[in-house]
């Protein structure tokens, strides 16, 4: 399984950024994604989860309203609509994915995504 994340950068302080998410070698349609982060020195974070068909989100209250996951089963991609940044919202952004039944709630824990990509970074500055 492969999961590249890209679409991370150096954005100011009420800017957006769109994170793609490109996966292979799993079935993404039976996938649920999730999108974490990780600033220094913290743990990572859980930001926003989506079903497999696209229909049921989650996301964490400190990103409720400004950012928003979505995902083309068709190009096997989950994206991260990221609005309204703050220096806050800097990280390291890892998408993830678990193959899941069509009735799973979506996992909000790290530990609920046995396949990860490697992070990409977001800066948010003034």
């Known amino acids: 399984v492969q999961l590249q994340a890209s679409g991370g950068g150096l954005v100011q302080i009420g800017g957006s950024l769109r994170l793609s998410c490109a996966a292979s070698g799993l079935t993404f349609s039976r996938a649920a994604m999730g999108w974490f982060r990780q600033a220094p020195g913290k743990e990572r974070e859980f930001v926003a989860a989506?079903?497999?068909?696209?229909?049921?989100?989650s996301y964490a209250d400190s990103v409720k309203g400004r950012l928003t996951i979505s995902r083309d089963n068709d190009k096997k991609t989950v994206f991260l609509q990221m609005n309204s940044l703050t220096p806050e919202d800097t990280a390291n952004y890892y998408c993830?994915?678990?193959?899941?039944?069509?009735?799973?709630?979506?996992?909000?824990?790290?530990?609920?995504?046995?396949?990860w990509g490697r992070g990409t970074l977001v800066t948010v500055s003034s």
């Open positions: 989506i079903s497999r068909s696209g229909r049921t989100t």
């Open positions: 993830a994915a678990v193959h899941t039944i069509l009735t799973a709630p979506l996992d909000t824990t790290p530990t609920g995504y046995p396949y």
